[in-house]
């Protein structure tokens, strides 16, 4: 049985998560998704919102793909977690050149602490790699519309934060 853990904060989680966990579920029989409390990173949602948030959009996917989901709320070292939940791998997703210094070093400290856990890294199709879940944050708390980067289920919880988006920018004033 191949399991695989793929960590992150997912505050919220985006349809570049949602590309990589489809990606990582080809490949393995079982993903834990860990959902890293980090309460450093002053998350918007909370781990409740969050981990609802990820359970909700992976529910069609289990059953689509063949490989078993399973949401899990962490906040011990990561390679604890892997350690609790039986994972051998650890998946992160690469967007940009930007993720690759601190990605290289995490992969750098986590075989330091244990050379067994493998680390793979998948990059989501073309035109989910821009989305970031800070940037869909800061736009839609300005207004604008983040229908394109979350699914109908996120976009619906970030409206009741932060409202619905402005009119369509260019769109000419009604009499
Ligand atoms: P973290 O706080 O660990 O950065 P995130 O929730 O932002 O957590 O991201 C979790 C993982 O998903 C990271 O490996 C990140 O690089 C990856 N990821 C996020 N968005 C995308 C995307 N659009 N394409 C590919 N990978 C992504």
């Known amino acids: 049985m191949r399991t695989g853990l793929y960590p992150g ?3 919220p989680i985006t349809l570049g998560h949602i ?3 489809r990606r990582a579920c080809a ?4 993903l834990v998704i860990g ?6 990173k002053g998350p918007l949602f909370s781990l409740e919102e969050r981990v609802a948030m990820v359970e909700e959009e992976c529910a069609g996917l ?5 490989c078993e989901i399973v949401v899990h709320p962490f906040e011990n070292l990561l390679i604890d977690c892997a350690h ?3 994972a051998r791998v650890i998946v992160r997703g690469l967007r940009a050149v930007a993720d690759f210094e601190y990605e290289y070093q995490m992969v750098g400290m986590n075989r330091a602490l244990d050379s067994s856990i493998e680390t ?3 990059m989501a199709e073309a035109r989910y790699q821009a989305i970031a879940s800070k940037l869909v944050k800061e736009i839609a708390r300005l207004g604008g519309d983040v229908s394109n980067f979350v699914t109908p289920g996120v976009l619906a919880r970030l409206e009741g ?3 619905a988006p402005a009119p369509a920018r260019g769109a000419k004033a009604r009499d």
């Open 9 to 11: 904060t997912f505050d």
């Open 19 to 21: 590309d990589i966990i």
């Open 27 to 30: 490949l393995l029989d079982r």
């Open 35 to 40: 959902v890293a409390i980090n309460r450093d």
């Open 62 to 66: 289990a059953a689509e793909t063949g």
């Open 84 to 86: 609790d939940v039986g």
């Open 120 to 122: 793979v890294f998948l």
């Open 161 to 163: 934060r932060f409202g």
